[in-house]
């Protein structure tokens, strides 16, 4: 039986930056199952005491062990007031704040709840018009205003490209447009006439054969389209199609939307803003 | 003229993490106008050598102040390069695992890139399935499998269901359809007939009518749907609707997408699983 612990991640804010942070810390612990559990917009003493301390409590008291707890607070009395619960806190804030003033010379402002706000209006209006953007060029469904767009997918269906694009869109406000690699055009052997004018733009997805047919299969039981030889057939033809037109390309197998985007975003050398 | 800095974000995965975080901390610094730069995939001391060094030697010499770099390295070696480099090293990993080994009593296996990466499968199917069902399930398009939601967004036309729908997909694999009120239901006075069936389910986005309106006259221009006195009497009416039927909602006008998913998923009880 694997050892259990109750995580709980405590923010002011949304508490993403640090369930994902202290998220990642917890995956260099195998053989622990981790209970965690978001505490967000504890923006009060007040909220500490009613929302966090009984949950601390009744963790405490499930004996598995002392319940760790993330948190990004910036005040001072929110995180003495966890501390003292007997649960062992880590605090983002806490822990690099004093650090950072000393580094910049600068008194930092002890503001609840900055980032994932709408502070910055002309970067988030950019999200959402990357997120509409995607949505108009899901599929190929649009050719219009294809030179707007900072990165257009090809690749045979079901290789990650509508995932990735949003993500892309939604995470780092870029615009995605996708375009789908289908047999009319390995039978022509050239990529669709309208991406010969957007060439630099191109970035391929390509999967292994034996992924695809269980994600068609998934979606198309038996059907012809989630044959193992058709995969196989799309994804080679994909492939060549695709060295031969000098397109980078990256096999989205086993990565994550993640992996797959920031590898794009490196590739495109295209900055990431975060909002 | 504010004060310039330059700030990496470098890790030997995807980055996301610490630039996340990273990004959080230096909300809490106004004045300074902060140049971010996310180094990715650094999982090697020769990687550190040829990626990072350089550009870190680069911005200490362009003269505005010493440069910061938000890590997270699990090779110590690693860390220990860019410490020696003049940069103010703040290493996420470096800070927590001590501690969080000493509070576990175990080691940890000092595994790199293990955050968003695709160890979870089935969370990762999860994920996908949720953006399928979401681009399926975009603004009524679909009424198969409704039952199979974890939230159905209602409001009126941008308001914001569309980004709120995939990021709660993309971010927490929950299953969000969503469903435009339109005047036909205003005229009705009632909720569209299919959305009876799943009243536990509603969730409401509003918005201002001003904000509305600049949305709307972004996308058709000088239209009757965008006309302010249009704006004011759908929010009023989806309103009335809402609070007639009961169902729950959020005014996103002035709140970040994170901010509105995260609120929604406290309001429905749906414990986030991060993948």
Redesign the interface.
């Known amino acids: 039986m694997p050892?259990r612990?109750t995580v709980f991640f405590v923010s002011d804010?949304?508490?993403?930056?640090?369930?994902?942070?202290g998220?990642?810390?917890l995956?260099?612990?195998?053989?622990?199952e981790f209970k965690?559990?978001?505490l967000?917009?504890v923006d009060s003493v007040e909220k500490v005491r009613l929302d966090c301390m009984p949950r601390i409590q009744a963790a405490l008291e499930a004996g598995n062990?002392?319940p760790?707890v993330f948190s990004?607070l910036?005040n001072p009395e929110a995180r003495d007031l966890i501390r003292g619960s007997g649960a062992?806190l880590?605090d983002?804030?806490e822990?690099?704040?004093d650090?950072?003033e000393a580094?910049?010379g600068?008194r930092?402002?002890?503001?609840i709840g900055?980032?994932?706000?709408?502070?910055d209006t002309k970067g988030?209006t950019n999200?959402?018009e990357a997120?509409?953007f995607a949505?108009a060029h899901?599929d190929g469904s649009s050719h219009r205003d294809l030179a707007d767009s900072d990165v257009i997918l090809i690749g045979v269906s079901r290789s990650g490209k509508?995932?990735t694009s949003?993500?892309l869109a939604?995470?780092f406000g870029v615009k995605a447009a996708n375009y789908p690699l289908i047999p009319e055009d390995f039978s022509r052997k050239a990529l669709p006439e309208i991406l010969k004018h957007y060439k630099s733009k191109l970035y391929g997805l390509t999967i292994s054969p034996e992924r695809l047919r269980e994600i068609r299969q998934e979606r198309r039981p038996d059907s012809q389209y989630a044959k193992f030889e058709n995969c196989r057939y799309e994804v080679e033809q994909a492939e060549m199609l695709m060295r031969r037109e000098g397109v980078r390309w990256i096999n989205s197998t086993?990565?994550?939307?993640?992996?797959i985007?920031?590898?794009i975003l490196?590739d495109i050398k295209i900055?990431?803003?975060?909002?």
Chains 1, 2 share one sequence.
Not at 27 to 32: P, V
Not at 108 to 111: E, G, K, Q, V, Y
Not at 271 to 275: D, I, N, S, V
């Open positions: 050892f612990r804010g949304t508490g993403i930056s640090a369930q994902m942070l998220h990642s810390l995956t260099q612990f195998e053989g622990f965690e559990v978001t967000p917009f062990g002392i760790i990004t910036v062992l880590f983002f804030f822990t690099f704040i650090p950072l580094g910049l600068m930092s402002n002890h503001t900055r980032s994932h706000g709408v502070k988030y999200r959402i997120v509409n949505m899901d509508t995932p949003l993500y939604l995470q086993t990565k994550s939307i993640e992996e985007s920031t590898t490196r900055e990431r803003p975060l909002y």
